[in-house]
């Protein structure tokens, strides 16, 4: 794999309402970076800006050197063409719709849009239900299916927020063996926002640690954990945001 041809490079400047962002952050493809940080600190803020949802006011965001925005070069690329996926929290699947129509719902109107999503629901281990609506599935259930619907346009880049908050620790490390290989075979760029310290040292190859807004501290997890200011770590993960 190289490296450099899957780096996701971001630095960016924005406002939501009241609220400000200035973030400078590198993403590879060798294994998922992890966002964390308390309550209101910019986390979702900077997932939908690198998404496209939220359009910053300065700055530059990009896919092995390929501008997704570029606010000097005024490029900005429309969300169903900048290749990311998006995992929110709450997983938004379509109550009406089965598994299978949810994972197809994603490549309406595409060609061979059943096998494919039949073949990524195979993947997640899912096929067996895949006429079973999301009532009738599990929690660790529903959210592969999500996450198999946020593979289904074939993004390079994956944007997790708090994607596994809900579940129980055992389910939340199976769906982590399901996301690290998955991020191998398809070499994706996976950003994972979370407040869980388990997720952070099982998933994270790289931690960045965000508070108002900015990135105060970015390293392995273990290097970042004695070094930074122990009250704020453990406040950032135990808290959402």
């Known amino acids: 794999m190289n490296e450099e041809a899957g ?5 960016l400047r924005g406002s939501v309402g009241n609220f400000s962002l200035d973030v400078a952050l590198r993403a590879t493809a060798d294994r ?10 910019g986390k979702t803020t900077l997932l939908l800006m690198i998404l496209g949802a939220h359009r910053p006011r300065a700055g530059y965001v990009r896919r092995a050197g390929v501008p997704l925005y570029d606010a000097e070069a005024r490029v900005d690329v429309p ?11 709450r997983y938004a699947l379509f109550p009406h719709l089965s598994a299978l129509e949810n994972v197809a719902y994603a490549l309406w109107r595409q060609p061979h849009a059943r096998e494919r999503a039949e073949s990524l629901l195979e993947r997640m281990h899912l096929i ?21 619907r946020a593979l289904a346009m074939e993004p ?17 490390k199976r769906l982590h063996e ?20 388990e997720d952070a040292f099982t998933v994270g190859h790289r931690m960045a640690v965000v508070r108002n807004g900015t990135i105060e ?8 954990y004695p070094q930074t200011n122990a009250p704020l770590l453990m406040e950032a993960l135990a808290t959402g945001g």
């Open 79 to 89: 969300i169903e063409h900048r290749r990311v996926g998006f995992l929110p929290q």
């Open 32 to 41: 998922p970076t992890v966002i964390v940080g308390p309550n209101g600190a």
């Open 128 to 148: 067996d239900l895949a006429h079973r609506y999301p009532h009738e599935l599990s929690g660790g259930q529903q959210q592969r299916v999500a996450i198999a």
């Open 156 to 172: 390079r880049v994956l944007l997790l927020d708090e994607p596994f908050s809900a579940l129980d620790s055992e389910i939340r």
């Open 178 to 197: 399901d996301l690290l290989r998955l991020q191998a075979e398809a070499e994706l760029i996976v950003i994972y926002v979370t407040h869980n310290l």
């Open 217 to 224: 501290r970015t390293g392995a997890p273990r290097d970042i």
């Open 7 to 11: 780096a996701l490079e971001i630095d």
